[in-house]
């Protein structure tokens, strides 16, 4: 079943629950209404009939004065009245029936000649009509004497009823009518904007990323467009992150391969006297060698910590000899670079657990950036100090620095801010992934033409 009939059907339910409710409320009270006030009506007139009996008759003999008690008693009324001895003898009715010794087998009548207010609602027997009763005693001296009866008949009252609770029934089905309407055009509202997404994220499932969402309202479906949307978007970026970063890693292998076999061809035909050449040769092809294994470690780290397969080991690690040791590993590429690489350690600096080839790989990446992008007589700074709960290790250079638009953007798996500069473009993803391992963090801080701030935060 479709969302939208599941709506429209949930609304007819609801309505029509709420009004059937409501209708019954009101032919309740209806019923209610007419028949009290019905009740009320003889009841009135009976106690009038009594009272006016009671101060104005009491002496006399009420079989005597029947017929005019009835003149007295009918003069206002429409209803049918009776006059009644205790015995249940019927002495005067103003419809003209005749005596008759059997009242006493009507329940009101009892009660009236036991001194009570008696009500009945019934069928009489002779006319088979539904009828409402109300019998009052007669005193004299607090003593019953007779008994005067207001009958009507409820057949009128009924057919007004009736009358009446058809009108809230019309009117009940027309509501329902209109909220049914109305359920249908506001189901198709939500509907159509479920479609729209709908047919969007098919879309985007089929790889077309430049779809996007229509968003109408500021609700929830409003919220789902606009996750989509970012999504697409998200993704549209990565594509475009990985199109470069396979461009980029297919040139950085291709550069050491095409060195490597231009070397191999080369001293394939050379002589073997030629020492230097031969020297030379082999140099670089350790070199580009060396660089090829670089870069694939990079991927397979990156596979590793994509994928939650990597694992740390471990160990007391003293920090101070670790940076001197990087220190010393990079000082002669800085020297041929013609930059200066200080590196600051003293022995305050405390022993921490970690896993010391990951931290070490972490420290050398940022170094090489460093030395990447710091020209010739500019400086690194590698340095470290402890506070109570933490130590912070710094890598700080003078070079061209980061844009803000890319510095956002530095931890980004496969981005290069530079697409001509040279590495993978995981370098410091993958940093940044082996510190939250350690539960530290990495801040960096650039400012273009001055240079770049790292900032390594480590639990003590």
């Not at 029934?169 to 909220?179: Q, R, T």
């Not at 970063?245 to 061809?265: A, D, M, N, Y």
């Not at 040791?325 to 590196?343: F, M, T, W, Y």
Request: aromatic share 6%; charged share 20%.
């Amino acid at each position: 079943m479709s969302i939208q009939k599941r709506l429209v059907g949930s609304y007819f339910v609801v309505i029509l629950i709420t009004v059937s409710i409501l209708e019954f409320l009101l032919i309740v009270l209806v019923n209610y209404y007419y028949f009290h006030n019905v009740e009320r009506i003889l009841m009135n007139q009976a106690e009038l009939s009594a009272s006016f009996f009671h101060q104005y008759a009491a002496d006399e003999d009420v079989e005597k004065q029947s017929e005019r008690l009835l003149n007295g008693f009918s003069h206002n009324s429409a209803a049918q009245v009776q006059i009644i001895s205790l015995n249940g003898q019927l002495l005067q009715d103003s419809t003209g029936l005749p005596a008759s010794d059997r009242m006493n087998e009507y329940p009101d009548v009892q009660e009236a000649c036991n001194g009570k207010i008696g009500i009945w609602k019934g069928t009489e027997p002779t006319t088979k009509e539904a009828v409402l009763a109300v019998s009052y005693p007669l005193q004299t001296n607090h003593t019953t004497v007779g008994v005067v009866r207001f009958v009507t008949s409820l057949t009128e009252t009924a057919k007004t009823v009736n009358q009446v609770s058809a009108i809230f029934i019309a009117v009940g089905l027309f509501v329902i009518a209109i909220v049914a309407v109305l359920g249908i055009v506001l189901s198709r509202t939500i509907t159509s904007s479920i479609t729209e997404l709908k047919s969007a994220a098919e879309k985007m499932a089929e790889g077309d990323f430049s779809v996007r969402a229509n968003k109408r309202y500021e609700d929830e479906l409003g919220a789902l467009a606009d996750t989509l949307n970012t999504m697409a978007a998200k993704i549209l970026q990565n594509e475009q992150l990985k199109n470069d970063f396979i461009s980029s890693v297919s040139h950085e292998l291709r550069t050491p391969l095409t060195s490597i076999k231009g070397w191999v061809v080369t001293l394939s035909a050379t002589e073997e006297n030629d020492r230097h050449m031969l020297k030379d040769g082999l140099e670089i092809i350790e070199t580009e060698t060396d660089r090829l294994t670089r870069l694939v470690d990079e991927l397979l780290d990156f596979a590793k910590l994509d994928n939650g397969r990597i694992a740390l080991w471990l160990t007391p690690v003293h920090l101070q000899g670790l940076l001197q040791h990087i220190g010393k590993q990079l000082a002669p590429r800085a020297a041929r670079q013609r930059i200066s690489l200080e590196v600051h350690a003293d022995d305050s600096l405390p022993v921490i657990q970690a896993d010391e080839n990951r931290l070490k790989q972490v420290l050398i990446n940022l170094i090489d950036n460093s030395l990447k992008f710091t020209g010739p007589q500019g400086s690194i700074k590698v340095y470290a100090h402890s506070e109570l709960h933490q130590v912070i290790i710094t890598v700080e250079d003078t070079g061209s620095g980061i844009d803000e638009q890319d510095l956002a953007n530095v931890f980004q798996k496969f981005y290069k801010g530079n697409i001509h500069a040279a590495g993978s473009g995981l370098g410091l993803s993958i940093s940044e992934q082996i510190i939250k391992l350690h539960h530290g963090q990495v801040k960096i801080s650039s400012k273009v033409g001055r240079g770049t701030k790292v900032e390594i935060y480590l639990p003590r």
